[in-house]
């Protein structure tokens, strides 16, 4: 290589870096130490844990109409005939399949009303979807007042979570949609794609979702750190844009786990996906709570 080549090369390398340093991405880690969100200075001092709240829960079906399109849907509750705060929780890609129903039930178990669009069946959709119909977005939304309308609500307001393409479908239910000024109160969900399924690759690897900065409502995601590189870095920068407009927005890093810590199967299920489930159904809880009052 002549030294002119040579100098070419190094130019554009260094170019190369600038860019990349410019773009601002650096993987986030949880904080440490006595300042963080996460300290709790009773269970350091004196050793206490706080208990978590365990209801015996009631399941059943129900259906809602948006239009001309009939939703079925999943609503689970404590079965004591007591009234809870009001939880939508979306599915992803995998539909309101066998692994992801216990996710709604772990919920309702936490003391909520929980009401689950099975949003594919109602549009005839199948599982594992590539692209992404707009108008599911307006059956999530229309979820909305069928879960506060039920009886044992004691909620105003309902908060939204999800897990993986349901992360997608809530943010736009959220904003598009006008659903966090009609009774959402705050925005959780669990390795959120935070992007249009429809986009092209590099908006997918490199940019979020711009509904995401038009988030008015307290924001909660959790994800493992193994997750995926390109969900990863949209998520933590849409996280980041959030946190340094000034709102009210978290996101947990499981260390050892990747995606799907929360319904992984029991064949391949680990204790680290178990500890990251169970935690992260505790954070949910206590976050939710806080956003509607209770």
């Known amino acids: 290589m002549n030294r002119v080549h040579a100098c070419t090369v190094t ?3 260094m170019a190369l870096s600038t860019l990349a340093v410019g773009q601002g991405y650096e993987p986030m ?24 709240s365990n209801h015996a829960v009631t399941t059943r079906w129900i259906e809602y109409d948006n239009g001309d399109v009939t939703v079925p849907a999943l609503l689970a509750y404590p079965d004591d005939g007591k009234r809870y705060p009001a939880v939508l929780y979306q599915h992803g890609r995998r539909g309101l399949d066998d692994l992801i129903q216990p996710q709604v039930k772990r919920l309702a178990a936490r003391g909520f009303v929980v009401l689950a669009p099975d949003i594919y069946s109602g549009r005839f959709i199948e599982k594992l979807p590539i692209a992404h119909d707009y108008e599911v977005e307006k059956d999530v939304a229309a979820g909305v007042p069928v879960l506060l309308s039920q009886p044992n609500v004691g909620s105003e307001r309902a908060c939204f979570a999800s897990q993986t393409r349901g992360g997608y479908y809530t943010l736009k239910a959220a904003t598009t949609h006008a659903m966090q000024h009609q009774g959402i109160a705050c925005y959780v969900a669990w390795y959120p794609h935070l992007q249009d399924p429809n986009a092209p ?12 900065d038009q988030l008015e409502i307290p924001v909660l995601v959790f ?18 844009s959030l946190q340094d407009a000034g709102k009210n927005a978290r996101l947990v890093i499981y260390p050892g786990v990747g995606r799907g810590f929360d319904f992984r199967p029991p064949n391949v299920r680990t204790l680290a996906d178990d500890l990251a489930a169970q935690d992260s159904l505790k954070q949910a809880t206590r976050f939710i709570r806080d956003a509607l009052g209770q």
């Open 29 to 52: 880690q949880n904080p440490v130490g006595q300042g963080s969100w996460w300290w709790d200075q009773a269970w350091w001092e004196t050793g206490r844990i706080p208990v978590p």
């Open 223 to 240: 994800i493992g750190d193994e997750e995926q590189y390109q969900r990863r870095r949209s998520i933590e920068t849409a996280i980041q």
């Open 11 to 13: 130019a554009w390398l």
């Open 201 to 212: 690759e590099p908006m997918q690897v490199y940019r979020y979702a711009t509904e995401v």
